[in-house]
């Protein structure tokens, strides 16, 4: 049996918030697995080509700040589309994440 090497170099917070991108003209609805500094995953019924462009929405829940939720919205590209059974695994990198998104990203991963 094959062992999986961790090629990500940048932490991953969990996560299983509602995501909705755009790509073509076309909303496309999918379920956030982590999330990075530099990008996020999700999973979709959706077939993507690497390198695509797309514009991703979502949001966050701020436990420190009440429950707070904040969206944000990012242009990204798609860096992998991976089978896995009868959906797709899709990761992608934002296009200059914001700093507001960056402060958030680094109080949950210091928790």
């Not at 999986?4 to 909705?20: A, C, D, G, N, Q």
């Amino acid at each position: 049996m094959s062992k999986l090497v961790e090629k990500r170099i940048h932490l991953r917070i969990p996560s299983s918030r509602p995501v909705v991108f755009w790509v073509n003209q076309k909303a496309v609805y999918a379920t956030m697995t982590d999330f990075s500094k530099h990008g996020i995953g999700f999973i979709t019924s959706e077939t993507m080509p690497n390198h695509t462009l797309i514009e991703v929405h979502f949001d966050i829940s701020i436990h420190y700040q009440g429950g707070e939720v904040k969206a944000f919205q990012f242009k990204a590209e798609v860096k992998h589309c991976l089978d896995i059974h009868e959906r797709n695994h899709i990761g992608v990198k934002l296009d200059m994440p914001s700093v507001e998104y960056a402060t958030i990203f680094n109080h949950l991963s210091a928790a």
